[in-house]
């Protein structure tokens, strides 16, 4: 779990370009959206591209894309469970 | 109405405008490149939307803000962008996604940029001017013609002040392109542009040119932006041309203190500009593109040279084809072509 949940912080920093950041600003658990790290829409496009480009899973459920990738720890236990 | 430029800003390989270094020396180019000098985005840009951006985007808005904040003028009445090819960089990004995973799995960030008129939209979000606005791709006349909408726009008095520039950006995959029609020359610096037209190709270049105009001119006014003309394919020779676009000015071509000339060391092309030596034979004659490189807007590059020769009433020596003495500047003509298609000739007086 923890090399996997390393893997998707650099993976958000190559996808999202965030350029200033480092994996270890990323908190495990604290909200990726809104107040956490702060991204947007279209942030969740490219994770929904991510997640379906590098683990092959396709998010079928819209509505359970806010649970999905609330924090770095919800995505990687979405992966650990459905890959 | 008359038309003054009261601002301009400018990212080009020569450094950004305004700035007190600009033109000091030429910076030397010998990788047949000439790639603008960047600056520091951060200072322009907030850090969120700035992660998305390609170097087209970074550029375009920074030189438009740059261009207000020389201007003192936080929103234009209207914003005009031009640009031959658009945000190439996203563009390519997002066609080699689409081939490489089989039309699946797009990413959506370069895909949304990649749009000719991205520029615009952003200056418009972040000026929050949401009037007019409109980008032009018309090729190698795409900045004429955003000129000429923004000259009628303010001449007809229809808007104050409009934001009007040119940005282009060179990439890999467009340089090799044209790198195999001989667009350029290879291993010839843009120091060594002008001993070496006998051959075909020019240097390629890139940057982003914006001008604030406005029908009122103020203690910051560079010049005045009395009339220009675009032509596709001279119906007829080139000094007749000329000599009836001055006409229409109610000018002679001994008015003509300056003239920029569009050369940029292609034997293919650069014949054309051989009969101005005659016409403007007491004018000083000048040309730019060792300066920019040859890219789709780069006439932008030449009306900035134009409106700082008359506001400094300097012309800087790295210009200049012959050595005429102009006592007092008070008319700068612009002639560029390309590839004897797209003409154009601007003309600016001091104000």
Known sequence: ?83 | MSVYINGIGAITPQGCFPSKDFLKEMNIFDTGRMTVVEPPYRDFIKPVPLRRMSKFIKMGLTSALMCLNNAKNQKPDAIITATGLGAVEDTDKFLDNLTDDNENLLNPTPFIQSTHNVVAARIAIETGCHDYNMTFVHKNASFEQGLLDAYLKINSGEYENILVGGTEEITEANYELKKNVEFWKEGIGNDRLLENNTTKGTIVGEGSVFFNLSQVKDSGSYAELKSMKTLYKLPFGLNRALVDFLASARLTPEDIDVVLLGINGNVEEDFIYDTTNELFKNSSLAWYKHLCGEYETSSAFALLLAADILKSKNIPEIIKLNDNKIEDIKNVLIYQQRFNRNHSFTFLSKC
Not at chain 1, 18 to 39: H, R, V
């Open chain 1, 1 to 83: 779990m923890e090399d996997l949940i390393k893997k998707l912080k650099e993976e958000i920093l190559e996808v999202l370009n965030l350029e200033d950041m480092d994996i270890e600003d990323i908190e495990t658990e604290a909200p990726l959206f809104n107040d956490g790290l702060g991204l947007d829409s279209i942030d969740a496009l490219e994770l929904i591209v991510l997640m379906e480009k590098e683990y092959g899973i396709k998010i079928d459920d819209p509505k359970k894309g806010k649970d999905i990738f609330y924090s770095v720890k919800t995505m990687a236990d979405f992966i650990t469970k459905n890959q």
